[in-house]
């Protein structure tokens, strides 16, 4: 468990009462992971010389090889949220790196398959595999009951944080 200290403060912007202070700890403890998180993709990136986006769409590919899903530039363009050009010119990128192969579609003669390649596959697991390891391992060592504790609180704060951009967009559209 991470000892980053939080001087003076809760962290954040909240007062520092006694009826918040485990829960401003919890959200201080979830920043301290989140910029972790951070610290260890860029690491990541960094070691395979990729962008971010192009990083997310290895790591969409490589989930949608192995529930033997093809990907198609229109998914990674939903996936990634950009636009076609910019799609393309990502997987450019990637065939160019030797990180993906474009390939006809096996049944739309105008489709594209896009898929990672096998040393794009090992590359990603040299790269991860320790950390994705030990992630386990944690994850691991709880008993059901923290397990579930701790999959109510996150699909709580997940529910939490796209209540407000669900919010936050209605009211936008309403003002239009």
Do not use: C
Not at 20 to 36: C, E, G, P, Q
Not at 119 to 140: I, P, W
């Amino acid at each position: 468990m991470s000892t980053t200290a939080h001087p003076n403060s809760a962290g954040y912007w909240y007062a520092l009462e006694d009826k918040r202070k485990n829960a401003v700890r919890v959200l201080n403890a979830m920043r301290d992971y989140r910029s972790a998180e951070v610290r260890m993709r860029r690491r990541s990136r960094d070691a395979m010389g990729m962008g971010e986006n192009d990083m997310a769409a290895l790591r969409y590919m490589l989930a949608a090889q192995a529930a033997g899903r093809t990907v198609s530039p229109t998914d990674l363009s939903k996936s990634l949220a950009i636009s076609s050009a910019s799609t393309t010119l990502l997987v450019d990128r990637l065939v160019k790196s030797g990180h993906a192969t474009r390939a006809p579609h096996p049944t739309d003669r105008r489709g594209v398959i896009i898929s990672s390649t096998a040393t794009t596959d090992s590359e990603v697991q040299h790269t991860l595999g320790s950390m994705h390891q030990r992630m386990m391992a944690v994850a691991e060592s709880m008993t059901a009951a923290e397990t579930s504790a701790v999959l109510s609180f996150l699909a709580s704060m997940h529910d939490a944080v796209e209540l407000e951009e669900t919010e936050q967009t209605t009211v936008e559209k309403a003002s239009l």
